[in-house]
């Protein structure tokens, strides 16, 4: 009897206790997928290029072009063309993800007006969906452009010696200039420091603040922006000749490091707030050894996300051949810079180049030899490994990764 009593008891538990014990199993692993696939994110390359000939390249490309971007290989798969833009060589991607400005570098040897600045917006995807509007870039041959730390206001360089603000639009669209800034070189010199030429600009650390580095002018520009209005606040004079090119701040927040095209050096300066001068502390070369043939025209300049080391480009012209990244290491209680090496950039004029945002790959664009070339970071050394991956796109510019 009391045997009997106990099966029964052990079949009402199995009765009962399997079904619930299914059912709850089977949705805890869906609901674990769902969430897990929620997470996923995905990590876009924006590319600019040039699109028609100029004095100093021969543009080839459609437009600006947008790939899918390989985080574990650091492969390029593309997904989609931005048409009908006339060499939007370099652009810009809002946090948001939802836009993007690019200018519209067209020379116009002195007319204000012809450089333009084009917007578009994106799709959920990243991908191309529509173009908003063209607005004046308020000067000749646009080079450079950014997102204020408000985003609210679009940025542009214009490398004929001006800088301008364009107020966001609520449906992304550019209004007509806010605010425009033509440099002023007093004591003009030669060739290409004979007149202001903008080359880059940015927001700060602070909230308000906009650097602008010009390269005819050598020197760095601290401007407020204010309810659209862009004021002066001081200026940083680098090195004479040195001809300022681009910046980059260190992630702590303390550095900032200007890359110098004409004298192919990194400045390095201590950072105190927007209405001070930066202290220079350093001066470094983009080279291990002097230049006997030809020239070379350093042209782009990046932080590892870690803040260990640093990198440059330098694109070799007129029969020089040294197209290559250059590599740093950044001390990382002084901010000093060590000279590492340099990497052959497998390719011909590498314009511009980015660190992917995990910091695991750094991809260059050669703009003569119509290439990407992917390389792998060592985390420890900085050192960059060839992948052997090659993307074909012609005449790229300017690289900008997004995370969506």
Not at 103 to 110: K, L, S, Y
Not at 165 to 183: D, R, T, Y
Not at 326 to 352: E, W
Request: neutral net charge; contains cysteine.
């Amino acid at each position: 009897m009391a045997n009997r009593i106990f099966q029964n008891a052990i079949l009402l538990l199995l009765i009962f206790f399997i079904p619930f014990a299914c059912k709850q199993n089977q949705p805890t692993t869906q609901k674990a997928t769902t969430m897990t696939n929620s997470k996923i994110s995905k990590t876009l390359l924006y590319v600019g290029t040039y699109t028609k000939k100029e004095g100093h390249v021969d543009g080839q490309a459609e437009g600006i072009y947008i790939f899918d971007y390989d985080t574990k290989t650091g492969s390029l798969t593309a997904v989609d063309t931005i048409p009908n833009t006339v060499n939007p060589s370099y652009l810009t991607v809002p946090p948001n993800g939802k836009y993007l400005y690019a200018v519209n570098e067209i020379a116009g040897n002195g007319n204000p007006s012809v450089g333009t600045v084009s917007a578009f917006e994106l799709d959920e995807k990243g991908h191309f969906k529509r173009a908003l509007n063209v607005v004046s870039a308020m000067g000749d041959a646009p080079c450079h452009i950014s997102v204020d730390a408000s985003e609210h206001y679009v940025l542009v360089a214009n490398y004929m010696g001006s800088v301008a603000a364009f107020p966001i639009q609520k449906n992304g669209s550019l209004g007509a200039a806010s605010s425009s800034v033509k440099h002023k070189l007093d004591n003009p010199g030669s060739g290409r420091q004979d007149a202001p030429h903008a080359h880059m600009i940015l927001s700060g650390i602070d909230s308000t603040s906009v650097f602008a580095v010009d390269l005819g002018m050598d020197k760095v520009i601290h401007y407020e922006l204010s309810a659209g209005q862009l004021t002066e606040q001081a200026k940083t004079a680098l090195k004479e000749g040195a001809g300022g090119r681009h910046l980059v701040f260190h992630p702590s927040q303390k550095w900032v490091y200007v890359l110098n095209e004409l004298n192919k050096t990194v400045g390095f300066f201590q950072y105190s707030n927007a209405a001070t001068p930066f202290e220079r502390l350093q001066t470094i070369s983009t080279l291990e050894k002097p230049i006997t043939e030809g020239d070379v025209g350093p042209s782009a300049i990046r932080i590892h996300p870690s803040g260990k080391f640093l990198y440059t480009a330098n694109r070799g012209i007129q029969g020089n051949n040294n197209n290559s990244i250059a590599t740093y290491s950044i001390n990382a209680q002084s901010g000093q810079l060590a000279f590492l090496g340099l990497q052959a950039a497998k390719g011909a004029v590498p314009r511009d180049f980015a660190v992917s945002p995990d910091g695991q790959f750094l991809l260059v664009a050669n703009q003569n030899s119509n290439t990407i070339v992917t390389f792998r970071i060592d985390e420890k050394t900085g050192e960059l490994i060839e992948t052997g991956i090659i993307t074909e796109v012609k005449t790229p510019v300017c690289l900008q990764f997004f995370e969506k």
